[in-house]
């Protein structure tokens, strides 16, 4: 059998017979692809002297504006050491602001500020670029596959809540 999956195998074979080697590929193109995926951000917030913390943090503050500090730590899986560290480079260097919380006032809500979505934005242009062209050539039921693939590697008592979170900003 050659490095590909086997184009004449049926589609149901090709997925439950994977060899080693085939397995072994997907793992290298995902480390090629994800690569790819960050190497336009990575160059821009090596600029700014930022990691990919920063984007991180910066793309789930835009995507939920007003997240709490404890529910990015849930949603980063990071410690809160850790994001402090960052969330506090980027507060200071204004493009996250912290406002307390109109219920609890103990809570400390996160949003961009204007020149925190344009950074935002400008980082993740290119990914969007390179996710868009990606798609189209694959068609609509190669990216229906992907999504499910993505959603299968998950951590399975993670799954629901991770994507109870994506089907929230959809609404």
Do not use: C
């Not at 590909?4 to 195998?9: D, S």
């Amino acid at each position: 059998m050659s490095r590909r999956f086997a184009a004449t195998a049926p589609r149901s074979e090709q997925l439950l017979f994977l060899t080693d080697d085939q397995l072994r590929n997907g793992i290298e193109l995902m480390f090629f692809a994800y690569r790819g995926f960050t190497a336009d951000p990575d160059r821009l917030l090596e600029d700014y002297g930022y990691g990919r913390a920063h984007h991180r943090a910066l793309h789930f503050v835009n995507r939920r504006p007003g997240v709490t500090v404890n529910a990015l730590l849930d949603i980063l899986g990071v410690t809160k050491q850790s994001l402090n560290r960052v969330l506090r480079q980027l507060v200071e260097d204004d493009l996250i602001e912290s406002r307390i919380g109109q219920v609890d006032r103990r809570q400390r809500n996160l949003y961009l500020t204007e020149n925190g979505k344009t950074l935002e934005r400008t980082l993740s242009e290119s990914q969007r670029t390179r996710m868009r062209k990606a798609y189209m050539e694959a068609g609509p039921e190669a990216v229906h596959g992907f999504r499910t693939v993505l959603e299968q590697m998950i951590d399975p008592e993670m799954r629901p809540r991770v994507l109870s979170l994506m089907e929230e900003e959809r609404e």
